[in-house]
């Protein structure tokens, strides 16, 4: 059975995507929220892995996150 090919993508279409800045995103990922991989010293992601639904709400999340710690 044949799979389709998948483009990986970089941090930056990653941050446009899921509407986050590259610290959410680093966060996602060291909190296991968003799924990435390693290649070399690079780090990608797959497209259709950041349109869950599970993870529309992750700027939402951090921002009142933030917003909690620093009251």
Known sequence: ???AVENL?????????????QQSLLRGIN???????RIG?????R?????HP???GLAEHY???DEHFAA
């Open 41 to 45: 010293d690079s780090v990608r992601f």
């Open 9 to 21: 993508i970089g941090p930056a279409v990653a941050c446009q995507m899921l509407g986050v800045d």
């Open 47 to 51: 497209p259709s892995e950041l349109r």
């Open 31 to 37: 909190d296991g929220i968003v799924p990435a991989y």
């Open 63 to 65: 921002r009142s996150k």
């Open 54 to 56: 599970a993870l529309s």
């Open 1 to 3: 059975m044949a799979q």
